[in-house]
C-alpha cells in the first residue's frame, strides 16, 4: 500500500527548532518531486516548500524562507523539513504531499500540477 | 504571483442538490487546476487534476471543468458524504476554500 507517514511534530518555545519526517512507503520515492503544505487551526492549506526527486532543487513560501530547510534521504524514503527560528504563526498541521506523475518515457517522468497523496499530517504548536 | 479566488466561501445545500464551486485564476493557468476535498481532521484528497480529469475512485458526481481564468466543480447530486471542504489549487497557490454545509 503506498502511503506517506508524517512525524516530529510538537510543541515548540519561538525561535526553536524542529525536524519533521515523512516516511515514504509502496512506491518508488525516488521518482516523485515532493511538497510540504500545512493548515493553521481554522484555516486554509497554505504551501510551504517543494523538493524535486533528486533533490536538486528546492523552493520555499516567502513566509519561511531563510527559516526552513526541505530536504530529502531517497536512500532512506524519507523527506523533511527544519524548521527553524519558529513563530506562533507557524502552528499548523505540516502535512507532505507528492506530485502526480502524469507519465514516464525513456526514462523521464512528467509531472502534474496537483497532489495525489498526502500524509496524515504532523501538528506543530509553537508557544511559549 | 497567480491569485486563486474560490466563490462562495460557504455554501449551503441539501442531499440530492447540484452545487457548483467556483475558483477564478489571475492570469491565465490554462488547464492546469486541481481540486481537493478536506474532511474535519483529514488530510486533502485530489478529486480532479487538469481542470477536468476524474482521480480514479472519485464518483462520477464529481465533475470539473473550465480554461484559462474559470474554473468550476459541481457535484451533480450531493451525498451525505460530500458535506466537506473544498479546495482548488494551481502550483504552489490555494483558493481559500468552500465549505460545503447541510441545509
Known amino acids: 500500500e503506498e502511503q506517506l507517514v508524517e512525524s516530529g511534530g510538537g510543541l515548540v518555545q519561538p525561535g526553536g527548532s524542529l525536524r519533521l519526517s515523512c516516511a515514504a512507503s509502496g512506491f518508488t520515492f525516488s521518482d516523485y518531486w515532493m511538497h510540504w503544505v500545512r493548515q493553521g487551526p481554522g484555516k486554509g492549506l497554505m504551501w510551504v516548500s517543494r523538493?524535486?526527486?533528486?533533490?536538486?532543487?528546492?523552493i520555499y513560501a516567502d513566509s519561511v524562507k531563510g527559516r526552513f530547510t526541505i530536504s530529502r534521504d531517497n536512500a532512506k524514503n524519507t523527506l523533511y523539513l527544519q524548521l527553524n527560528s519558529v513563530r506562533a504563526e507557524d502552528t499548523a498541521v505540516y502535512y507532505c504531499?507528492?506530485?502526480?506523475?502524469?507519465?514516464?518515457?525513456?526514462?523521464?517522468?512528467?509531472?502534474?500540477?496537483?497532489?495525489?497523496?498526502w500524509g496524515q499530517g504532523t501538528m506543530v504548536t509553537v508557544s511559549s | 504571483d497567480i491569485q486563486m479566488t474560490q466563490s462562495p466561501s460557504t455554501l449551503s445545500a441539501s442531499v440530492g442538490d447540484r452545487v457548483t464551486i467556483t475558483c477564478r485564476a489571475s492570469p491565465s493557468i490554462s488547464s492546469w487546476l486541481a481540486w481537493y476535498q478536506q474532511k474535519p481532521g483529514k488530510a486533502p484528497k485530489l478529486l480532479i487534476s487538469k481542470a477536468s480529469s476524474l482521480e480514479t475512485g472519485v464518483p462520477s458526481r464529481f465533475s470539473g471543468s473550465g480554461y484559462g481564468t474559470e474554473f468550476t466543480l459541481t457535484v451533480s447530486s450531493l451525498q451525505p458524504e460530500d458535506f466537506a471542504t473544498y479546495y482548488c489549487?494551481?502550483?504552489?497557490?490555494f483558493g481559500q476554500g468552500t465549505k460545503l454545509e447541510i441545509k
Open positions: 504531499a507528492r506530485v502526480k506523475i502524469s507519465h514516464c518515457f525513456n526514462g523521464v517522468c512528467y509531472v502534474e500540477d496537483a497532489f495525489d497523496m
Open positions: 523538493i524535486k526527486s533528486d533533490g536538486s532543487s528546492t
Open positions: 489549487q494551481h502550483q504552489e497557490t
